[in-house]
Nanobody, 126 residues
Framework: QVQLVESGGGSVQTGESLRLSCASS???????RTWFRQVPGKDREGVAT????????YYHDSVKGRFTISQDTAQRLVYLQMNSLKPEDTAMYYC????????????????????WGQGTQVTVSS
């Protein structure tokens, strides 16, 4: 069983930055970690993904160049550095693990993940 706990959310102004953290505990630390976000009434959206122990990452087009996903394997942490935040980035952000899909191809599909954190709220005001 893997447990994921997000932290680092908050309320900021347009153009400011936040860094989200996803802490992992459980039997095995590995596999894909992905940040999703969701606004009430809208579909969950895959924001960024990385594979534990490897450098490859993928991003949603709307955050490319502004968000960076990184990891600290010694601390079992995955980060999402969010710069130049916009009001449209306002959402609940979730960390997900236990990816069951084919080799990262479908990383943005939330139904392919077994483990989820409780979420951390990010609010960006203009």
């Amino acid at each position: 069983q893997v447990q994921l706990v997000e932290s680092g959310g908050g309320s900021v102004q347009t153009g400011e930055s936040l860094r989200l953290s996803c802490a992992s505990s459980g039997y095995v630390y590995g596999g894909r970690r992905t940040w999703f976000r969701q606004v009430p009434g809208k579909d969950r959206e895959g924001v960024a993904t990385t594979y534990i122990g490897y450098g490859s990452s993928y991003y949603h087009d709307s955050v490319k160049g502004r968000f960076t996903i990184s990891q600290d394997t010694a601390q079992r942490l995955v980060y999402l550095q969010m710069n130049s935040l916009k009001p449209e980035d306002t959402a609940m952000y979730y960390c997900a693990g236990g990816y069951k899909g084919p080799d990262g191809l479908l990383w943005a599909r939330g139904d392919l993940y077994d483990y989820w954190g409780q979420g951390t709220q990010v609010t960006v005001s203009s």
